[in-house]
């Protein structure tokens, strides 16, 4: 009986133990299936019709800068709208249950199709009569932030339509979106370039540059309202959001800058500092398609002045060919088309990262000499790089900080539109549609 006693019970606790590894084992194998199902994922959209084999290959070389996430590698092929892509990488992502971390784009609008926007913003007149003004149509990445829209309710949009109907459209920014707009066979070399940056950035602090010459006259103030190296002079002395910054400024015409600067505008007085530094240039003042300017006042009245070369599309990658460098600019068009303009022109050479307009910016409601809680519940470009210097202070990365900038002017906007007068609604909303980041993201 003792025996019989004995066999059942070795029997029960072998039951026990066979059942409960069983249990162990598929508790593991469900914790290690879901780990797989919210690991964070990036996009990397491209067009396999557009770039060769080695720049594939070199594309699929960064996945290893990028451990930390899951590569969703997406072909859009065959694909000729940005409505396409949008409803791809939603059904994709409605697949995976879970949102992207960002989204990382490879080329230009002809390989990678962006939303094609018109340039269509209220004017009024004294008379208190308005029209609509309108502009060159301009490519935007904007609405791939986030997954929440009917595409067929982006064709064609404006900010004169959406600013009228903001209920129905979601502009709300969830994840960074950044386009490396580069042709078929330039990837190898600009993620060599890539990697350069990265290893020294590990051991080199950036060196900020400022060349802002502000585009309106001096005006209540002792500088002009719109003075981005005022900004920036605050942004280091009254918030601690910036350092290891130098300051160049225009030191020509009726308002030259007033301000302690290390130089004027010129590229000779400041780029010798991107052979020997690290260096995150803010270039503020008019722009084109293939130029970035100071602007020198020749009498006291605001359409009184003339523009001068600071950098040329022709000659960039000659006057700053040391280290890689980023470049940042709130100049009208120098992205525009996103290929064959300054910026792309830029990214062939030592740059590494631009943010830069696809179309025109206003400067409506600009004003430097706000409070830093002013900035950071406004909807300028000033709140855009408030937000953008804080989020960098503490620790973010380049498309995260600009991701930041870009929801405090959506939300803001959204917060206050009955507030805010019409015009400077659509001004700030077409220049939110059109600002783009360019380069590599999460860095």
Known sequence: MKRFLCLLLTAVILFCTISCGTEEIQTSQEFQKQEEIQKPYYFFVYNS?????????AICELQALYSDYEIVMTDVIGLNSAEEVYRLLA???????????????????SAVPAFVLRYEIEEYHSSGEFEIARYDDYVSDYFYTNFNNDSEKLTE????????????????PEWPVVRLPLSRGQYSGFIEKYREYLSDL????????????????????????????????????EWGIIDNLKMFGTTKGVYASSLELDGSCEAENWSYLTKEHLCEIFHDSHAGKTVLTQTIFDGKNKNEYHCEAVLEAKSINRVLSGKPYLLNTSGCEPAKDMTSNIITEALRGRCVGAIASTTLLSNVDVDCMLTAEEYDEGYTKFSLLYEYLLAKSRGSSRSKAFHA?????????????????THNLQANLNNLLGFHNFGMIDY
Not at 100 to 105: E, F, L, T, V
Not at 157 to 172: F, G, H, M, T, V
Not at 407 to 418: G, H, P, R
Request: with cysteine; aromatic share 10%; hydrophobic share 40%.
């Open 202 to 237: 590990a051991d080199e602090a950036l060196l900020n540059i400022s060349v802002a010459s502000p585009i309106f006259p001096v005006g209540w103030y002792s500088v002009a309202a719109d003075d981005t190296g005022y900004f920036l002079m605050r942004a280091r002395d």
């Open 157 to 172: 949009s404006s900010a004169y339509q959406l600013s009228q109907k903001l209920n129905e459209i979601d502009i709300i």
């Open 49 to 57: 019709d557009k770039i060769s084999k080695s720049d594939y290959a």
């Open 405 to 421: 900038g870009q929801y405090q002017v959506a939300t803001s906007l959204l917060q206050n539109a009955e507030f805010i007068h």
């Open 91 to 109: 059904a994709e992502r409605n697949l995976r249950m879970d949102d992207p971390c960002g989204i990382q784009i490879f080329g230009d609008p």
